[in-house]
Every structure is written in C-alpha cells, then in structure tokens.
C-alpha cells in the first residue's frame, strides 16, 4: 500500500473495523483507490461476498458542507425513506475521526459504466446513443426536482428561504478565501451574481448540486439508460434552477475550451447542446429560457471557486496529484465563459 493510501486510511486500524463489518478475516480484505474525480476519497473494498464503497473526506483543507461525509450519509438515508430509486444504498457511518482521521461511510459499490473523459471503447457508443443518454440526463434532473420533499427525513435539510442567496454570498466567500491568482473575470462575474440577484425564487426542490455524466452509473446497455446517481455531498433542498446552472456549467460543448472538454463527454456528437436543455427544461417546468441565464453565471463561478479550492490545497502542498496543478487553466476557461452570459 502506498504511503499516501496508508495516510488515507490507517490500514492497521481500518481492516479491523472492516474485518467485524463484513464478518471476515483481515487478510480477506483488499482496498483499492478509486482514482475519479477531484474533491472526496473513494476506495473500493474487496472482502469475501463482494465488493463495497468507502468514503472519506480528502487530506489537507476542507469545505465544511462539500466534504462532510456524514452529512452525505444522512442525505442518502433520506432519499431512500422518500422512495427515491436511483441512489445508492448506505450501510454504516463511523463518526470516530481518531480512526483514519477523518468520519468515512460504507455504501454499495453500484456497477455499470460511467461517462468521464473517454467513451469506454466496449461501449461504442455513437451519436445516437449519447441522443437518448443526454435525454434521460435532463428527464432524470426534472424526476429529481419532481420528488416530494415533505418527508421528515427530507425536510430536516430545508434551511427555509433565502437560499439563492446563502449559495451566492457562500460561493463568493470561498473565491476569495482561496483565490491564488488575479483574475478580473472571477471578480466581474460575482460582482454580476450580487447585483443581479433574482427577487423571487421557484419553489424549493431536492437540489444534486454536483449533476453531470461522471456522476451518474448507466445500465450495463446504456441503452436502458441512468442506474445510479453518485456524489450527493453537495445536495440541499433548495433553488433547482442552481442545480441545472451547475449542471450547464460541466456540460461543455464542441466549441468550449479544450481544457473543459477533458472531464466528460457532453461534446460528443449527438449529447444535447446547453440551449437544448435549457429550452427543455423550461418548457416542462413552465418558465422563461431566459430565467436561467442568471444561473448559468451561478454554476460557471461555482465550478470555478471548487477547482480554486483544489488548486490552492496543491499549492500548498496537501496533495501531490498532478491532475491539480493544471486546474487554475480550469478556473480561467470556466470564468470566461461567464462573459457573454453577463450581457444577455
């Protein structure tokens, strides 16, 4: 085990925790990294009838809400008291920092393909197949927003009114708490999110907050479309417009910055383009195209502030992933964005 892994998990405490979840023996055990993604730790764990999931917040600096794994846990208990299908199943939290310094949970590892980078070749999928994924994507973003949240479970997230702009002044705190870097456009576009604030908000929703193709499990055919739907660390009940700002801002499109294309595979041919979702989703929610603009700027700022985040826990040392050094090129390419968007 390499020593970053052993700093992660603290192998001569953690196996005998696993060894009396899963019933087994120590040397039954093996934990691999699951190398995806930038923000919590996942590690997959092999033990004699399986295999499971294990999350824990990353080494260094964290965000209080986007890396509070038992948070996260709750959340996914109250999705499957509210009957939602598409999350994954959770089996325990351990609260005990002392273990492998830092509350982790155990959940069940999800099979089937997930769209990150690169198409995996076995799937070969072609411009019609991304069609019908990017359209269940959207259909599944309107069943999410469409799920009652009266449920106790549920309700215990809602922080009552005022949550665009909790998320707007939260946002443009976390820039300036880890900003590194001069960067005009970052200043303009929360400049804009503060004086543009909308007066009136829709009507709360579960909100994913981190919605996009590398988080959602397919069917093994893609064709039966969404599985599973990963990372809930960022949900809230809140605005759903946020949540589809979020998912506009990593939904990149042929012409977009080759740097925004690398993380997912929306500018394939056949995905949906962002004014398609747009104008979809607003006609099945019954509001103006143009209500979302607003949001679009809200998630290119927001994905911005969270590779700023990533980046300055690398410059400062707390990570050696060499995936984060680039991710200031990030920060700029999403920051531009914004600028058209500013004017309409």
């Not at 040397?27 to 730790?41: C, K, T, Y």
């Not at 299908?85 to 351990?94: D, T």
């Not at 999928?125 to 599944?140: K, N, P």
């Not at 690398?314 to 700029?332: A, C, N, Q």
Request: hydrophobic share 40%; aromatic share 10%; charged share 25%.
């Amino acid at each position: 085990m390499s020593e970053s892994l052993s700093k992660a998990l603290r192998p001569e405490i953690l196996y005998p925790i696993l060894a009396e979840h899963f019933a087994c023996k120590t040397d039954q055990l093996r934990v691999e990294p699951i190398v995806a993604g930038f923000s919590n730790l996942t590690f997959r764990i092999f033990h004699p009838d399986g295999t499971a999931i294990l999350r824990r917040a990353p080494l260094g600096l964290k965000v209080a809400k986007g890396h509070d794994m038992l948070r996260e846990y709750r959340w996914l208990e109250a999705l499957a008291a509210a009957g939602f299908g598409l999350s994954p199943k959770v089996y325990r939290a351990y609260a005990d920092e002392s273990f492998i310094g830092s509350p982790f949970y155990l959940m069940e590892d999800v099979s089937g393909p997930i769209l990150r980078g690169r198409v995996p070749q076995k799937l070969g999928l072609e411009a019609a197949d991304f069609a019908r994924l990017s359209e269940s994507a959207l259909q599944t973003q309107l069943d999410l927003h469409r799920l009652p949240i009266s449920s106790p479970e549920l309700a215990a997230f809602d922080k009552g009114e005022g949550y665009t702009q909790r998320q707007v002044e939260g946002w443009i705190g976390r820039y300036q708490q880890a900003a590194t870097d001069e960067l005009p456009a970052m200043e303009e576009a929360a400049d804009y999110l503060r004086g543009a604030l909308p007066k009136k908000e829709p009507a709360y929703t579960v909100v994913h907050n981190d919605y996009k193709y590398d988080n959602l499990v397919l069917h093994e055919d893609p064709a039966a479309g969404i599985r599973c739907i990963l990372d809930w660390e960022m949900a809230s009940i809140g605005n759903p417009l946020m949540d589809v700002g979020t998912t506009l801002a990593y939904w990149a499109e042929p012409d977009d910055a080759e740097i925004l294309k690398q993380f997912n595979c929306s500018h394939l041919p056949g995905n949906l383009r962002r004014a398609e979702w747009v104008a979809r989703y607003a006609d099945a929610q019954g509001i103006r195209e143009q209500d979302l603009s607003y949001y679009q700027v809200f998630g290119l700022f927001k994905v911005a502030v969270i590779a700023q985040q990533i980046y300055k826990r690398y410059t400062l040392g707390f990570s050696d992933d060499p995936r984060f050094g680039m991710l200031i090129e990030v920060v700029k390419a999403a920051a531009s964005r914004t600028q058209p968007l500013l004017r309409t």
